[in-house]
């Protein structure tokens, strides 16, 4: 895994990655120099069928070279004779001559790190088969890592990524964006892990917050600011937080003064009431939403639950007696039945059910 974030499978595709990527002119300095021109007659050029590059004159003792390097350099995913395949020949005098003038011309790489003898030169090499070998015995170890897990960027360059890991990744793109409930169950256990709570709200989106949204019970006393707040969300069924802020104390009057693109302070008053508002949030009793909207964390007051634990002691009262009655056991079933304050349990469920619904809203 090299420094710019790549991930290769062997050590090598890394290091060849690195020599072929800018992380190279960190290493070496290319310098330009003056070469012979090549010498004799020649009336063909061998040109490289896919990259186009002037390679060197079949007659020519730097032809085979030429092939080895360019196929090492640019082609290595390729069988070296179906790359040969790939060669052809064009008796061009224009081509010829400008081959002779890239050969008059040569480059060599200074090496930036390591020490210098004092008086001395840098060492610099003629070749890039000489740089990428003192590259890999020299500086090999460092310019890559080897890790047992990576992450990386589903959008990330090809060039950055061995073939076969880009292969996988793509199809691993693919699948999340077809199945995108898949990842919203992950994203949502991920976050369930950290202690983060999921809701939803607003037509049925899901929502993530620190606290799970609650409702307001009934013998909660808050103070008179609080309470304000509290009956502004009750009636408008939400609202902006600058509204909310300016309903419960307004701004004072515009400067006259001042310039028009002026910035607008709030006041030390309505600071104390978005205070409270942070604190409502903190609690859950109100949702604070990314837009700026202010919701009641559940819309309505806290479902009461002391119906059930009377509707049971009748039940248990009932009990007795149609055991001891001589009635048929019919009979008593319903008498018991009959005896339990149906009325009141009836009436309980739809106030939890309002609580809930209007809450979604």
Same mark, same amino acid.
């Given at each position: 895994?090299p420094?710019d974030?790549?991930?290769?499978?062997?050590?090598d595709?890394?290091?060849?990655?690195?020599?072929?990527?800018?992380?190279q002119?960190?290493?070496y300095?290319?310098?330009?120099?003056?070469l =012979?021109?090549?010498?004799?007659?020649f009336t063909?050029?061998?040109?490289?069928?896919?990259?186009g =590059?002037?390679?060197a004159?079949?007659?020519?003792?730097?032809?085979q070279?030429?092939?080895?390097?360019?196929?090492?350099?640019?082609f290595?995913?390729?069988?070296?004779?179906?790359?040969k395949?790939?060669?052809?020949?064009?008796?061009n005098p224009?081509?010829?001559?400008k081959?002779? =003038?890239?050969?008059?011309?040569?480059?060599?790489w200074?090496?930036?790190?390591?020490?210098?003898p004092e008086g001395? =030169?840098?060492?610099a090499?003629?070749?890039?088969?000489?740089?990428? +070998?003192?590259?890999r015995?020299?500086?090999?170890?460092?310019?890559?890592i080897?890790v047992?897990?990576?992450?990386?960027?589903?959008?990330?360059?090809k060039?950055?990524?061995a073939?076969?890991?880009?292969?996988?990744l793509?199809?691993?793109?693919?699948?999340?964006?077809?199945?995108?409930?898949?990842?919203?169950?992950?994203?949502?256990?991920g976050?369930?892990?950290?202690?983060?709570?999921?809701f939803k709200?607003?037509?049925?989106k899901?929502?993530?917050?620190?606290?799970?949204?609650?409702a307001i019970?009934?013998?909660?006393i808050f103070?008179?600011?609080?309470?304000?707040?509290?009956?502004?969300?009750k +009636?408008?069924?939400?609202?902006?937080?600058q509204?909310l802020v300016?309903?419960?104390?307004?701004?004072?009057p515009?400067?006259?003064?001042?310039?028009?693109?002026?910035?607008?302070?709030?006041?030390?008053?309505q600071?104390?009431?978005?205070k409270?508002?942070r604190?409502?949030?903190?609690?859950?009793y109100?949702?604070?939403?990314?837009?700026?909207?202010?919701?009641?964390?559940?819309q309505?007051?806290a479902?009461?639950?002391?119906?059930?634990?009377?509707?049971?002691?009748?039940a248990?009262a009932?009990?007795?007696?149609?055991?001891?009655?001589?009635?048929?056991?019919?009979?008593?079933?319903?008498e018991?039945?009959?005896e339990?304050?149906?009325a009141?349990?009836?009436?309980e469920?739809?106030v939890?059910?309002?609580?809930d619904?209007?809450g979604?809203?």
């Open positions: 895994m420094a974030g790549s991930l290769f499978l062997t050590r595709e890394a290091l060849t990655h690195v020599l072929h990527s800018a992380a002119d960190e290493f300095r290319v310098e330009e120099i003056e =012979e021109a090549p010498k004799g007659e063909s050029v061998a040109v490289c069928g896919m990259s =590059e002037l390679i004159p079949p007659s020519h003792h730097s032809y070279t030429g092939v080895i390097r360019l196929h090492r350099e640019r290595s995913n390729m069988a070296m004779e179906d790359f395949r790939r060669i052809r020949v064009e008796a224009e081509l010829v001559a081959w002779k =003038e890239n050969m008059s011309k040569g480059r060599r200074v090496c930036l790190k390591g020490e210098v001395g =030169e840098p060492l090499l003629n070749s890039r088969a000489d740089m990428e +070998a003192h590259f015995r020299t500086f090999g170890n460092d310019a890559v080897e047992r897990e990576a992450t990386i960027h589903g959008n990330i360059d060039q950055k990524l073939h076969v890991l880009f292969l996988m793509r199809q691993s793109v693919d699948a999340a964006r077809k199945h995108l409930f898949e990842i919203s169950q992950k994203l949502g256990a976050l369930e892990r950290r202690g983060m709570k999921l709200r607003r037509a049925g899901q929502f993530v917050c620190r606290v799970k949204p609650k019970d009934a013998g909660l103070s008179d600011r609080l309470t304000r707040v509290v009956e502004l969300l +009636a408008n069924h939400g609202l902006p937080l509204k300016e309903a419960i104390v307004p701004s004072p515009k400067d006259e003064a001042a310039a028009p693109d002026a910035p607008k302070h709030p006041t030390e008053e600071i104390a009431v978005i409270d508002i604190w409502l949030a903190n609690e859950g109100v949702i604070e939403y990314s837009d700026g909207m202010i919701f009641l964390g559940v309505g007051e479902a009461a639950k002391t119906e059930a634990p009377t509707a049971k002691a009748s248990d009932a009990a007795p007696n149609a055991e001891a009655s001589t009635e048929p056991v019919e009979a008593a079933a319903e018991a039945v009959a339990e304050p149906v009141d349990v009836t009436e469920t739809p939890v059910a309002t609580a619904e209007e979604e809203d």
